[in-house]
C-alpha cells in the first residue's frame, strides 16, 4: 500500500499537521522552535510536523532541515 501526505489545518488553533506516517503512530511531539514541532513514533523516527500560528507565516517561509527529518533516533551526528 503506497502512503500518503495528508496536511490538516485546523481554523481553530491555527495549526497544520503534515503526516508522513499514521497520526495514532505518534509517541513522541519535539518543539525545534517557535513555530515548528516534530511528531514521532516511538523509535524517534519523524512521522509528522506540526506548525503553530500558521496565519502569521504568510510572507516568511518556514523552513525545516530535511536532515531533521530524515535522521532516526538512533543515528548519530557527527562534527569536525
Not at 37 to 61: F, H, Q, Y
Request: proline share 5%.
Amino acid at each position: 500500500m503506497e502512503k500518503k501526505l495528508r496536511i490538516y489545518y485546523f481554523k481553530e488553533t491555527d495549526t497544520m499537521d503534515i503526516w508522513f506516517d499514521e497520526p495514532e503512530k505518534e509517541q513522541i511531539c519535539e518543539e525545534i522552535d517557535d513555530i515548528v514541532l516534530l511528531k514521532k513514533d516511538k523509535d524517534g523516527n519523524v512521522i509528522g510536523i506540526e506548525i503553530i500560528s500558521i496565519a502569521s507565516l504568510t510572507k516568511n517561509p518556514v523552513e525545516i532541515p530535511v536532515s531533521i527529518l530524515a535522521m532516526p533516533k538512533s543515528a548519530s551526528i557527527i562534527s569536525h
